[in-house]
């Protein structure tokens, strides 16, 4: 389990240390950095699939993605006595993004490739530093792998002496994909593929055109794919290898009577839901909004492999309120196999899960630009070093 996460200079998110247990709600005013929180995660774990340059690429670019104010705050800022003024940087450019959990701690520092380069790619970022470390906190002494530029250390077995690799990383490629050595180097795999298990939904389409409401070639499916297109697989695959008992559960909850039922096409699946009172089961392309993203919720948080995080954003869009009780106890339930982070501005969705046991709300808000935790004394924040280049 995730303990801390921290960004630095990422959009709004100037230096943000949170910390992490079985059942998150980042909750907060618009604007007040949810969505940013919620991108940094994703970036992260691009880290872990050689994704992390050319996401940061597609968002404009270091120029766009950094935190646009000042590198300090003055005391006289800070009391709202002055104005927030531009200043020369002194510090080096970076966007700095790691995490420290039960066993393992990760941390990447991306910054801008030298002047001097005559590179048609010279606006790319490039990575100047990665660890990994054991326990919750970095020190000398708990570093395990070391990425400093091109080249990377491991720690030995003894603890004192250091391997330096032979084959040099270049500065676009993450260590996590390009160095994979069980004998050497398991601390690395082992959160490589602890990263790489993590999964995001995100406004899943449910127009009429929606990947979901369409009949679909159906395989087992024990994780819904991030559009939703595998719906119809995912629910049948839980039924018959994951829990069909709890799926039926969730599904009278919110809507009391309802079952799922798939209709199976000669291999070709279509999702449909029989209602109490109907004389046919609903197809795909007849179910509401609210209905096929309550579907969809279901078949993410009832996977019959369930992931080391999940993280929602915005779960409760096109639902209707009544719903959203139900959909937080199917939350709660899937925290008990994975550790779960919800982004949510639904009042009555996060009132419904500060209900539920182990979890634990993250309200932030705006300070001076700068996004922040608004109950910080309330919460017991983690220490967190950051590596120096």
């Known amino acids: 389990m995730l303990t801390t996460l921290a960004i630095a200079n990422y959009r709004s998110l100037r230096e943000l240390i949170v910390p992490l247990g079985p059942l998150n709600v980042i909750t907060g005013p618009n604007g007040s950095g949810k969505s940013n929180l919620y991108r940094a995660l994703r970036l992260l774990a691009l880290t872990a699939r050689g994704g992390v340059i050319p996401s940061l690429a597609r968002e404009g670019g270091l120029q766009s993605t950094l935190w646009a104010g000042p590198e300090r705050f003055s005391r006289a800022v ?21 995490f420290a959990g039960e066993t393992f701690g990760y941390a990447i520092d991306l910054g801008l490739p030298p002047p001097a380069s005559t590179s048609q790619f010279a606006l790319d970022p490039v990575i100047k530093r990665e660890c990994i470390w054991s326990g919750p906190i970095l020190r000398p002494s708990a ?15 003894g603890g004192d002496d250091w391997t330096t690799l032979a084959q040099p990383v270049a500065s676009f490629d993450s260590m996590m994909t390009e160095f994979a050595d069980p004998r050497s180097a ?4 082992a959160v490589r593929e602890q990263i790489r298990s993590w999964r995001f939904y995100d406004h ?22 991030d559009d939703g297109a595998n719906l119809a697989a995912a629910l049948q695959t839980i039924r018959e290898i994951g829990d069909g008992a709890a799926l039926d559960a969730a599904i ?30 609903l197809r795909g392309a007849e179910l509401s909004d609210g209905t096929l993203r309550y579907l969809l919720l279901a078949a993410a948080l009832l996977s019959p492999r369930p992931p080391a995080l999940l993280v929602l954003d915005e779960p409760e869009t096109s639902l209707h309120p009544d719903l959203l009780p139900s959909l937080a106890r199917l939350i709660a339930r899937a925290s ?46 983690p220490a967190w070093k950051w590596p120096s280049r």
């Open 204 to 225: 899943f389409r449910t127009d009429v055109q929606a990947a979901a409401r369409q009949v679909q070639i159906g395989t087992h499916s024990p994780v819904l794919s």
């Open 336 to 381: 008990a196999h994975s550790q779960v982070l919800v982004v949510s501005h639904a009042a009555r969705l996060v009132a419904a899960l500060e209900r539920e046991a182990g979890s634990q709300s993250i309200v932030l808000e705006r300070r001076l630009g700068a996004t922040a935790l608004a109950d910080e004394d309330a919460l017991d924040v």
């Open 143 to 157: 570093l395990l792998v070391d990425r400093q530029g091109p080249m990377i250390r491991i720690r030995g077995e």
């Open 252 to 281: 009278g909850d919110a809507f009391p009577g309802a079952r799922a039922e798939i209709v199976n096409h000669e291999g070709r699946f279509e999702v449909a839901l029989r209602q109490e009172g109907l004389l046919r089961p």
């Open 78 to 98: 800070s009391s709202g006595e002055h104005a927030v003024q531009g200043t020369v940087r002194k510090d080096a450019v970076s966007l700095k993004l790691g």
């Open 186 to 189: 398991p601390e690395m795999i």
